[in-house]
């Protein structure tokens, strides 16, 4: 009898915070709350311990985030398997790799994986639709649901948790066409007074350093192809272009980003060689895929990667045309 009757308190107590919790609701817009969340991202300071699920992958994360001098400063530590970090003081990042090596960077955006607040800080694409989808809790924090469905079957969805106290992004899914979480990030503790200072911050004594910047062109002009998508998902336009070096043997690459302000990939031209070949992978959002072009001045590997579907990655490919860099 007692169960019953438990049930039966249980059952009204969720009705009555449900109307509670909607009517909450009603006095706020996700076009408010998704300023909120870049401001707070930006402004706070915070130190938290998250989830990280990107396919069948499972890892644990330590972020801090603060502002010194006016400048943000961001410490993102890999808490499982190789130690792995990534350390942003304001404009400079360093990675650090589990060898004691550390790669430095110049003019990187937030490490943040929450990378939402920078791309959303503007304007939301017109290519999906935001929606209030009610409230829920994320590491014991009550938090409203959003949701920023695509308007074509040409990139994936966003589902978006947000303290309602520190308006901090506090659960992100990255969803396919049909609902499923493909990557997830969850804070599962939060402490938003973690009195940080500049040495929580400090660059750990390393064996060896290098820079990673992009080649200049004029002294690998031969590695500049022209590349030109004949067809492009609708708000998708070209945001950076460069040269790099391969992983493997240095080899000069051609670099050219796409992005509709949210999802973005990424066009990489080299010349093939026996160890490089076509094919397909996907690993959570992210897909990867490589095909050989004929040109009249050669053949060409083209690789695809991107957080975008692979029927989008096929269409771009199809329709790629590249010429020389003289042409």
């Known amino acids: 009898m007692w169960r019953r009757w438990l049930l039966v308190v249980l059952a009204f107590l969720n009705v009555s915070l449900g109307h509670a919790a909607q009517a909450q609701v009603d006095e706020v817009s996700a076009p408010q709350l998704l300023r909120q969340m870049s401001d707070a991202a930006r402004q706070l300071e915070y130190r938290g ?11 644990t994360l330590e972020l801090l985030h603060t502002r010194i001098d006016g400048r943000e400063h961001e410490r993102l530590t890999q808490l499982e398997g190789a130690m792995a ?5 304001g404009e400079h990042v360093v990675c650090v790799h589990a060898d004691q090596t550390i790669t430095r960077l110049v003019n990187r955006s937030s490490v943040t994986p929450f990378g939402l607040h920078e791309r959303l800080g503007e304007s939301l694409p017109v290519q999906y639709q935001l929606q209030l989808d009610g409230e829920d809790r994320i590491a014991g924090r009550a938090v409203y649901r959003m949701q920023l469905l695509p308007l074509d ?20 899914e990255l969803v396919d066409l049909n609902g499923a979480a493909l990557e997830r990030l969850e804070f599962v503790s939060l402490n938003l007074s973690p009195n940080l200072s500049a040495a929580d911050f400090d660059v750990p004594a390393a064996l060896k350093e290098r820079a990673l910047d992009s080649l200049d062109s004029s002294v690998q002009p031969h590695a ?13 336009i070209e945001a950076d272009r460069d040269v790099r ?21 990424t066009l990489f031209v080299e010349a093939p060689d026996q160890n490089k070949h076509e094919g397909a992978s ?10 050989l072009i004929n040109t009249a001045d050669g053949d060409w590997l083209v690789t695809l990667v991107g957080e975008v579907p692979e029927l989008t990655g096929e269409r771009v490919l199809a329709s790629l045309a590249l010429g020389n860099s003289s042409d």
């Open 85 to 89: 970090e990534v350390i942003r003081r």
């Open 224 to 236: 500049q192809v022209n590349l030109t998508p004949g067809w492009l998902p609708q708000g998708f």
């Open 245 to 265: 070096l391969s992983g493997g043997k240095g080899q000069p690459v051609a670099a050219a980003t796409y992005s509709d302000g949210l999802a973005a990939f």
């Open 49 to 59: 311990r998250l989830i990280y699920m990107r396919g069948h992958d499972i890892t």
């Open 153 to 172: 079957q040409f990139r994936y969805g966003y589902r978006l948790w947000t303290d309602q106290q520190s308006h901090l992004l506090l659960k992100s």
């Open 282 to 291: 996907k690993i959570g959002p992210t897909v990867a895929i490589s095909r």
